[in-house]
């Protein structure tokens, strides 16, 4: 029998992790994951909560001083993957990479960065039933660090993945988030093509910022200028 530590996951604790999270339950039947509205009955499709499952993930590869890090209880003192611009250009990543719906075990028909939020959120629920109760919108959010560690586990080593999208995805998705976190998205201006400040990456890199040369390497060491063979 599958159980929280052996990394198993079977369809029992999937629908049961549905069930209880009602209002995720409700939300994944608006979006057609699980059923579809009678016909002629008024649409109530909210799309789902994208910018707050890939906040989940990026303070789950990168905690920092943000509130999501904080509601995990994995948290820094200082700014981490939550930071203007990372949530934007992970969404841009997965909308341009994943122009084809998720299909596996489960299938999830929406592409990018939407397809990845419901599969995240449908397994969510699954780890803690009350995660549709919290601060967030996206149960993954509101889920804490090690309940986030046992979704990626589950979706990673799962057998019935095995060649789908969704192996693949997944194992792509914290370094993406890293990347993202650790680039100069926090302070780049795509128009003009340049940082308008330092940005948080540098920092999280401890990267000195670029440079047009050094003191050091000017001229010759201590007017040395030949060497004899």
């Not at 994208?50 to 948290?75: C, E, K, W």
């Amino acid at each position: 029998m599958a159980c929280e530590h052996d990394g198993s996951w079977n369809r029992r604790q999937f629908l049961t992790g549905l069930i209880g999270g009602g209002a995720a339950l409700a939300a994944l039947a608006a979006l057609g994951v699980v059923g579809a509205p009678a016909a002629g009955a008024q649409p109530a499709a909210p799309a789902p909560p994208i910018r707050d499952t890939i906040n989940g993930v990026l303070s789950f590869v990168v905690p920092g001083n943000d509130p999501y890090s904080h509601h995990q209880g994995v948290a820094t003192d200082r700014p981490g993957g939550v930071t203007p611009g990372t949530a934007a250009s992970l969404e841009r990543t997965l909308d341009r990479a994943l122009a084809i719906p998720l299909f596996g075990g489960v299938g999830v028909p929406l592409p990018g960065a939407a397809g990845v939020a419901v599969l995240l959120n449908i397994f969510a629920a699954t780890a803690d039933p009350g995660a549709s109760n919290g601060p967030f919108a996206a149960p993954f959010a509101n889920l804490d660090f090690a309940k986030k560690a046992l979704v990626f586990e589950w979706l990673d080593t799962d057998p019935r993945f095995e060649n789908f999208i969704i192996r693949f995805v997944v194992n792509a998705l914290p370094t993406l988030a890293a990347f993202a976190a650790f680039s100069e998205v926090s302070a780049f201006d795509p128009v003009e093509r340049k940082t308008t400040g330092r940005p948080v990456g540098w920092d999280l890199s401890n990267y000195a910022g670029p440079s047009d040369g050094w003191d050091e390497v000017i001229g010759y060491y201590r007017g040395i200028d030949k060497v004899e063979a």
